[in-house]
């Protein structure tokens, strides 16, 4: 029986080391692997390249690593729901990388199925193809975007078993599954862990052979990021 099970965060993280590039899970404040972030924080790894749809915000998230000063580079798509981010960009202190949302997804996804590099459209005739190798298809542009190499990749799943096999619930299944294999290392953390054969097949969104390490996260915090409330009627 394959098991992958590690005890908690700080067994899972064992060898991640300053300077390495970790890619971590997550959309808006939606699937956030937060226990491997806390035990990122404790350790106090340094100069790190991270790979990230967004940023976090000031106390939550990535946020946690960017207080502490642990970010060297940020590979991300949106970044607007961070202030310490921004105060670190605009001075200097933190290298950043924009990447069109689909082709972040798409490098993730490239990097876990093997491939090297491909094509988009996205980005052409703007500063994001500057540098890179551009082509004709069909009539239509398109910039190479080479595949991510990460050491780490953190994702978080809602339901997972021992051998790795994964469920995401709602919105959390976003850059979650395209960043399990995409690095050396994959680690999963799940709210619920459960017995290898006890879930079922059809509803597996990640199978097992694409998770190094598993663990049963906890206190997990469920936050809303934006919360529009509509005004009471008068009448």
């Given amino acids: 029986m394959i098991r992958k099970t590690v005890t908690n965060a700080s067994e899972a993280l064992q060898g991640v080391e300053n300077g390495m590039t970790l890619m971590l899970g997550g959309f808006g404040l939606c699937g956030i692997p937060e226990n491997a972030i806390s035990e990122l924080v404790r350790l106090g790894v340094k100069d790190l390249s991270c790979i990230s749809n967004n940023a976090g915000v000031d106390d939550f998230g990535l946020g946690l690593l960017l207080q502490e000063r642990q970010v060297k580079k940020m590979i991300s798509s949106y970044v607007g729901e961070n202030a310490e981010f921004e105060r ?17 997804a798409e490098k993730c996804r490239a990097a876990k199925s093997g491939f090297p590099a491909f094509y988009t459209p996205a980005g052409y005739g703007t500063e994001v193809a500057i540098g890179k190798e551009t082509r004709e298809f069909n009539g239509k542009m398109y910039v190479l975007e080479e595949a991510f190499h990460a050491d780490f990749s953190f994702v978080k ?6 051998a790795g096999n994964l469920i995401f619930k709602g919105t959390a299944r976003n850059f979650n599954p395209c960043m399990c294999g995409a690095a050396t290392v994959t680690v999963a953390e799940v709210e619920e862990l459960v017995p290898a054969g006890t879930l079922d097949p059809n509803a597996i969104h990640v199978p097992g052979i694409f998770v190094q390490r598993i663990f049963q996260g906890e206190n997990y915090e469920k936050r809303i990021e934006q919360l529009t409330l509509r005004e009471r009627s008068s009448t």
Avoid: I, Y
């Fill in 157 to 162: 799943a809602w339901k997972g078993d021992t």
């Fill in 88 to 104: 670190q960009m605009l001075s200097g202190e933190l290298e950043v990388e924009l990447t069109p949302q689909g082709t972040l």
